[in-house]
């Protein structure tokens, strides 16, 4: 048990108690939480910085109106229904297509009027919310994904997790949805985390259920080696979230849509810790990096979110991997 506490501490792994006691309470101002724990807020918010989010078609907050859902769903093709309020992918649904009065899920399984009905009314009551209260209903526009994940994931929306510190784009991984995640990027639902280099942008190995995994269980394709398209983009969307919130250690999801580019999704004040596992590299020592030389620097200063991110770059790049053929580095 001590020699293990001793590695993970030499990697530089930031653990449960370390991330609540020295990072979420010291640099998370709670009374900024309703900002990110509510995704109506935190659209608002998105757009009045310029931040670009899936469009909101509307939003609903009494039981007369989920009565009527199917009246208002009607001018949409194609659509995604969630909680305000929801995590861990709870409670979402996301509709390809109405056929004949039922509602085509991306798995292919139809929903009816009436389960849409039932459905919507328990998001109002709070069913699937963070601490149970009432809530509101979010029909949100769809994201297409981009076809360039067609190798890796497997129906609906990977998304991308970027950890930021400060301002500091500091760890990313690539969230894939599985057969078992119904098409969800979220890690408990059965996605698949790759760890994602911050300097190139290019996919790393992954972790399903926290172990180690090199392809996808549902395609048997490779996950490593892939350059995620718009990686400056991604960086510049996350790296901007700090100014937007001002919380300064913060998860940021962002999707590709394949007309719109990235959208940011969500933001969450707790991160969970995987993403550790997926890059093979400690958080802990990335923070105290930050933390030495900008947050107990002398002059404190945090810089601009684009010198932040060349600094994220160059800083936190992963290790080159050899080369098994060549024996190259
Ligand atoms: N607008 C959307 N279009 C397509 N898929 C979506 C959309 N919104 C959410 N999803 C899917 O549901 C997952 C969870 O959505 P998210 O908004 O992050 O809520 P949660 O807080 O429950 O994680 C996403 O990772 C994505 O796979
Ligand atoms: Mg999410």
């Known amino acids: 048990m001590w020699s293990r506490l001793q590695k993970l501490r030499r990697n530089g792994v930031l653990t449960i108690n370390n991330r609540n006691a020295n990072y ?18 935190t659209k608002q918010l998105a757009i009045e910085h310029d931040v670009s989010v899936p ?3 509307t939003h609903l907050d009494s039981e007369s109106a989920a009565k009527d859902i199917t009246k208002v ?25 109405s056929h004949n009065g039922r509602y085509i899920k991306t798995s292919g399984q139809a929903v009816t009027a009436k389960e849409m009905e039932h459905h919507c009314s328990n998001i109002l009551a709070g069913l699937f919310s963070l601490g149970g209260h ?11 994904p981009s076809h360039v994940f ?21 760890m990313a991984m690539l969230r894939l949805p599985t057969r078992q995640s119904q098409g969800k990027a979220n890690l408990h639902q059965g996605a698949i985390g790759a760890g994602l280099d911050i300097s190139t942008g290019h996919t790393l190995q992954g972790v399903w259920f926290n172990e180690i995994t ?22 510049d969307l996350s790296a901007r979230c700090y100014e937007m919130t001002d919380l300064g250690y913060l998860g940021v999801d962002i999707v590709i849509d394949d007309t719109r580019g990235p959208l940011m999704l969500e933001l969450n ?9 997926a890059n093979q590299a400690g958080l802990l020592s990335r923070l105290k990096d930050i933390e030495d030389n900008f947050i107990y620097a002398k002059n404190r200063k945090i810089p601009e979110p684009a010198d ?14 050899a080369n098994l053929e060549t024996g190259a580095a």
């Open 24 to 41: 979420i309470l010291r640099y998370n101002d709670r009374k900024k939480y309703p900002l990110v724990d509510d995704k109506l807020k």
């Open 55 to 57: 469009g909101l078609l």
């Open 73 to 97: 769903l009607d001018p949409f093709p194609d659509f995604v229904v969630k909680p305000a309020q929801g995590a861990g992918g709870d409670g979402i649904l996301v509709i390809q297509a």
């Open 134 to 144: 009432r809530d509101v209903i979010l029909v949100e526009e769809r994201i297409r």
């Open 150 to 170: 067609d190798q890796i994931a497997y129906q609906g929306v990977p998304d991308v997790r970027v950890i930021v510190f400060c301002g500091f784009p500091v």
């Open 214 to 235: 090199l392809s996808h269980p549902d395609t048997g394709n490779q996950l490593s080696g892939l350059p995620m398209p718009f990686w400056d983009d991604i960086l």
């Open 269 to 277: 004040a707790r991160p969970g810790l995987n993403i550790q596992i």
């Open 308 to 321: 932040r991110i060349d600094y994220a770059r160059n800083r936190f790049a992963a290790p080159q991997v």
